[in-house]
């Protein structure tokens, strides 16, 4: 479906391309060519230059910030926090570690936040960096049910590491060529008891997910996607290891259950068709559930495929300017 919506896109003055590789592939490649020196003189002659909407760019993380102020007003109004000043947890599903870090940023600036939930899938290079204070990517890489946090370089712990050092840009320029040459890095005592203080980290496998999206739909009658239900699941962790069930917790939901139709019925019910499309799928999920289908995600079926390129990682570069009409 996140596919689907990627090549279907409108407008005269869009190109979509998909990259032969993962998350991580990706997300170095267009670091490399925000700081390639002749791609960028390239588009200089043309009067253009590079940017990006995910959260490489801060202007992502800016309307995050929002969120949880925003949240915490909500709480307020509907009486679920007793006082201004009450703290709260915050549980956010991430691979990237923009969304929690736009939390911490939000801590910072005043909100009082308890603790920092960060919930990762088997990809959980955060929990242990969080836990131990050693970030290696020298791990098997899973592709899972949640697949926006299939990542194993989470590039804003970068701007975290920055804040927390007293932004001493030389020490964790240092981690990052390790992490870049040997795979691996290892933060100060220091660091690491700043970074227990202000977070809890744990994570969980597809089939806890699935078992997650059972529960609360039967007994909340909550219909969660698979990112929101790893975030549900660690946050019953955090609870049962430091029995804090009082604190009001503010649940990070990311994305649609009806992206991931086909995995949030497997978790639900049994009686379902399993060989049927995609768009099958999200009327059988809507019509066992008594849950609308979003129409952004319904239209999808009838809207024209545009696009169906691929490239290299070796060659996103050359698609890039081929894109832009720049020879």
């Not at 009450?86 to 909100?111: D, H, R, S």
């Not at 975030?231 to 430091?242: F, G, K, L, P, S």
Request: charge should be negative; aromatic fraction near 10%.
């Amino acid at each position: 479906m996140q596919k689907r919506q990627m090549n279907t896109q409108e407008g005269n003055n869009v190109s979509v391309c998909a990259i032969e590789g993962n998350f991580d592939d990706a997300q170095t490649g267009v670091k490399k060519l925000f700081t390639d020196s002749k791609i960028n003189a390239l588009l200089a002659q043309n009067e253009m230059m590079f940017s990006s909407a995910n959260s490489i760019n801060w202007g992502r993380l800016l309307p995050q910030i929002v969120y949880y102020f925003s949240a915490y007003c909500d709480l307020m109004a509907s009486g679920e926090l007793k006082h201004e000043g009450e703290q709260v947890n915050i549980v956010v599903p991430t691979g990237n570690f923009g969304n929690i870090l736009a939390a911490y940023y939000a801590k910072k600036m005043g909100l009082p936040i308890h603790k920092l939930i960060c919930a990762s899938n088997s990809n959980n290079v955060l929990t242990d960096f969080l836990t131990t204070g050693a970030y290696n990517r020298s791990r098997p890489f899973y592709p899972t049910i949640s697949p926006s946090m299939d990542i194993l370089v989470s590039s804003n712990l970068e701007r975290l590491l920055y804040d927390l050092t007293g932004e001493d840009s030389k020490k964790v320029a240092g981690w990052m060529n390790e992490l870049s040459s040997v795979g691996k890095y290892q933060v100060d005592d220091g660091i690491l008891n700043q970074l227990h203080d202000l977070f809890y980290a744990g994570y969980c496998s597809d089939e806890a997910t699935k078992a997650t999206i059972k529960e609360i739909y039967h007994s909340e009658n909550y219909l969660c996607d698979t990112h929101t239900a790893v975030a549900i699941n660690v946050y019953h962790q955090y609870v049962n290891d430091t029995n804090d069930s009082a604190t009001p917790t503010i649940v990070a939901s990311t994305a649609s259950p009806y992206k991931f139709a086909d995995s949030v019925l497997s978790a639900i019910t049994n009686d379902y068709t399993q060989d049927a499309s995609e768009f099958m799928k999200i009327k059988e999920l809507s019509a066992l559930t008594g849950t609308p289908i979003p129409a952004p995600i319904s239209n999808l079926e009838t809207k024209p495929v545009r696009f169906q390129n691929i490239c290299t990682k070796g060659t996103m570069g050359e698609i890039v300017l081929k894109m832009a009409d720049i020879k």
